[in-house]
């Protein structure tokens, strides 16, 4: 780190849980980041594996905070180290992935030039579970260039990576932190700052993280995060697209499941199905060879 401050523009927050094999590549390429004064803050939420003694010597060697104690879950974990963190700006980052060269310094000085956003977004690049790195971009991010609106966000029809984001620290403090009526921290966050905060900004131009993909991931669970996603929409009954977004999602997940399971979807059909536009345009999946289909 360079020119370590009491007060480091950027915190990076770190929650560890059973990644052992993969934890120590990911603090060190947090550690080489250069251009810029931060902070790293990992908190080990009770890992079983070789995760504490990896993390506790990886301190020792490199200086960063490091935290150990009994589960208490990913939201309680993310919210202990939101109040921990020193910087202006913070982000956060899985014990899993890469962080790529240059990210910090990247994001925290397109923050610094353009003060009327509360946060900003990049890309993501795919790795292999073995480390391999893609050649190119995950094109679902690239798609929510050059920004996103609380709309558009609500509605499903712009993605925000959970490893992509950048915040202003004392603007995510005002609004509560994460929620912990939710299993996953990202998306309704994402709400509560674009509802709040109105439209922010998407990047292609920097990466901000190799993004491991295994079968650990939560994306990998879908019915769990699509039925969650509804709960999260839920908060907003009042606004006037909410049905709609109700049933986008839902053609959504439909879709998702037309992809991995087409007996399964026909099944749910008149569960997840509408009178939609949407929803007859995800149908068509039925009928197409899995080979055929995007995912």
């Known amino acids: 780190m ?31 980041q250069k251009g810029v004064d ?21 301190q020792k060697e490199l200086g960063f905070t490091y935290v150990h104690r009994p589960n208490k879950g990913l939201i309680g974990t993310m919210n202990e180290l939101l109040a921990l963190a020193k910087g202006k700006y913070f982000c956060t980052f899985a014990s899993d992935d890469i962080m790529p060269p240059d990210r910090l ?9 353009h003060p009327g956003n509360v946060a900003c977004f990049g890309q993501v690049v795919p790795m292999s579970k073995e480390g391999v ?28 990576h959970g490893c992509s984001e950048m915040f202003v620290t004392e603007k995510v403090r005002a609004i509560g932190g994460y929620d912990s009526r939710f299993f996953f921290e990202d998306y309704p966050l994402y709400l509560k700052i674009l509802y709040n905060y109105g439209t922010q900004p998407v990047s292609s131009d920097f990466d901000c993280c190799y993004y491991r993909e295994h079968g650990d991931n939560m994306h990998e ?46 099944k749910r059909v008149f569960e997840l199905g509408s009178f939609s536009f949407l929803f007859f345009k995800r149908l068509v999946k039925i009928f197409v060879p899995k080979f055929l289909l995007k995912y």
Request: some cysteine.
């Open 105 to 113: 310094c990247k994001q925290s000085s397109y923050l610094a030039a």
């Open 133 to 160: 790195v893609a050649e190119s971009h995950d094109p679902r991010y690239l798609k929510s260039v050059p920004e996103v609106s609380f709309e558009q966000s609500f509605l499903g029809q712009k993605a925000l």
């Open 38 to 58: 931060f902070e790293l803050i990992v908190v080990d939420d009770g890992s079983t594996d070789d995760s504490p003694k990896i993390l506790e010597s990886l």
């Open 221 to 266: 669970n879908h019915d769990r995060m699509y039925s969650e996603i509804l709960r999260i929409l839920e908060d907003y009954k009042s606004h006037p697209l909410y049905k709609k977004a109700v049933n986008s999602w839902k053609a959504n997940w439909f879709s998702t499941l037309a992809y991995q399971d087409k007996k399964v979807a026909l």
């Open 2 to 32: 360079e020119n370590a401050l009491d007060a480091p523009l950027v915190s990076v927050l770190l929650a560890s849980y059973n990644h052992a094999s993969y934890v120590e590549a990911s603090v060190r390429s947090v550690m080489a």
